[in-house]
């Protein structure tokens, strides 16, 4: 459950009242959850919209709706409205959303798939790709494109001339960075 303070539910129900839509709530997701770059999204719904995968909290004025896979990351969760001179602002504190950094003694799969999530998908977000880590095999590291890198015709380049350097600077124990994609299959590649 979110804390949601009295000053941010007024807020809040102001803005959904603005809206004019009758039945309008909110519904709060979380986008990359436990990666560095988890993001918190809250954004307007109405109640038929919303499943079974949603858990609801009744504000009194509106319901939010929470994501249950999401719950986890939105432990000890806060949204408050914070009112600084003539305005205001809405913050949402969330300290579980981008999970922890694995400890130097976790499991190296653990640290370089960490590794991946915040140093390298970033970049790949860009043109709407990512990359996971599928296996390490000795001094081998396989990787497979998603989204956009997927069927890229510059997924090669940017593995052999940005990824493979990254991550064996990072992780000397790692030598060889592999490509572990079907690139026939991709839907939508970037180039």
């Known amino acids: 459950m979110i804390k949601v303070s009295e000053s941010a539910v007024e807020f809040l129900a102001g803005v959904i009242n603005e809206q004019d839509i009758e039945g309008l709530h909110l519904k709060v997701d979380v986008a990359n959850a436990g990666t560095p770059s988890a993001d918190c999204h809250l954004g307007f719904c109405e109640a038929d919209e919303i499943d079974g995968s949603y858990e609801v909290q009744d504000l009194g004025p509106f319901n939010l709706y929470v994501a249950k896979n999401d719950e986890d990351y939105l432990a000890d969760a806060e949204i408050d409205y914070e009112i600084q001179g003539a305005s205001g602002q809405l913050n949402i504190k969330a300290p579980m959303l981008k999970g922890q950094t694995p400890d130097d003694d976790a499991p ?45 015709g510059m997924a090669k380049q940017t593995l052999s001339q940005g990824m493979q350097s990254q991550i064996t600077t990072a992780f000397p124990e790692i030598n060889d960075v592999l490509d572990a994609t079907d690139h026939a299959s991709g839907d939508n590649p970037y180039y």
């Open 108 to 152: 190296l799969f653990e640290r370089l798939s960490y590794f991946i999530d915040a140093n390298i998908n970033p970049m790949l977000a860009s043109h709407g790709g990512n990359a996971t880590l599928t296996a390490i095999e000795k001094d081998k590291a396989y990787i497979q494109f998603g989204g956009g890198c997927q069927g890229c």
